[in-house]
C-alpha cells in the first residue's frame, strides 16, 4: 500500500469526520476501522464493549489493523499502490503491535481536543461510550484521566493536531499541512 495518512486520537477529536474530508479532498480510499469492526461483529463498538468486553473488541481492531498492514492494492490503471486515509479507533495505538502496522502504513497523526471540548462535543453525556462510564468523578474528569493514561502513546505518532479550537474544514487543513511538512522531512527536502 503506498504511504497512507493515519487518523487516531481521542473520541470525539474528529477523526472519521476529517478522515472523510481528507479522503475527499485526496481523491483517496477512506478506511474507517471502527466502522469495519462493528461490521464484521454485527453490532455498534458501544454493545461490543457492554455485551463481549473490550478484550473481545480489541482482538477484532488488532485483526483489522493486521489486515491493512497486510493488504496491497494498486489502481487498475496504473498499477501504483493506492493511499488511503485511515481512521482508527481512539485506543489503537496503546497495543503496540497495532502501532507498529500503522507506523509502517504512513504517517500516523494524533487529532487532539482539551477535555473540555471533548465533553462538550459529547454533548455533555457518556452514553455510548463505555469507557466513559468507568470510574467515578465527572465527565471532564474522566476525560482527563483517560487522555493521562493514553499520553505515551499518543505521543508516538508522527504528528499531532489539536482540534479544540478549529472547525473540521480548518482541522483538515491543518492535518494536510502537518502531513506534508511530514513527507518533506522523511525526504529530506526544505520545500
Request: charged share 25%; aromatic share 4%.
Amino acid at each position: 500500500m503506498a504511504p497512507c495518512l493515519i487518523l487516531t486520537g481521542f473520541m470525539a477529536t474528529g477523526k472519521s469526520t476529517v478522515a472523510g474530508l481528507l479522503a475527499r479532498r485526496l481523491g483517496w480510499e477512506l478506511v474507517d476501522c471502527d466502522s469495519i469492526v462493528a461490521e464484521r461483529a454485527g453490532k455498534p463498538i458501544a454493545e461490543i464493549f457492554i455485551g463481549d468486553g473490550e478484550a473481545r473488541f480489541r482482538e477484532l481492531e488488532h485483526e483489522v489493523i493486521a489486515e491493512l498492514a497486510a493488504r496491497r492494492v494498486r489502481c487498475a490503471q496504473c498499477g501504483r499502490p493506492r493511499p488511503a486515509v485511515i481512521s482508527t479507533g481512539g485506543g489503537a495505538l496503546l497495543d503496540a503491535c497495532n502501532a507498529a502496522h500503522l507506523h509502517a502504513l504512513g504517517a500516523v497523526a494524533c487529532l487532539e481536543a482539551r477535555p473540555e471540548v471533548i465533553v462538550r462535543r459529547l454533548g455533555g453525556e457518556a452514553s455510548g461510550r463505555p469507557k466513559l462510564a468507568e470510574g467515578s468523578g465527572g465527565l471532564v474528569e474522566k476525560v482527563a484521566r483517560l487522555l493521562e493514561a493514553r499520553r505515551p502513546a499518543y505521543a508516538r505518532v508522527s504528528f499531532a493536531v489539536d482540534t479544540s479550537d478549529l472547525d473540521v474544514e480548518q482541522a483538515a487543513d491543518a492535518v494536510l499541512e502537518a502531513f506534508a511538512a511530514w513527507k518533506r522531512e522523511r525526504c529530506g527536502t526544505s520545500r
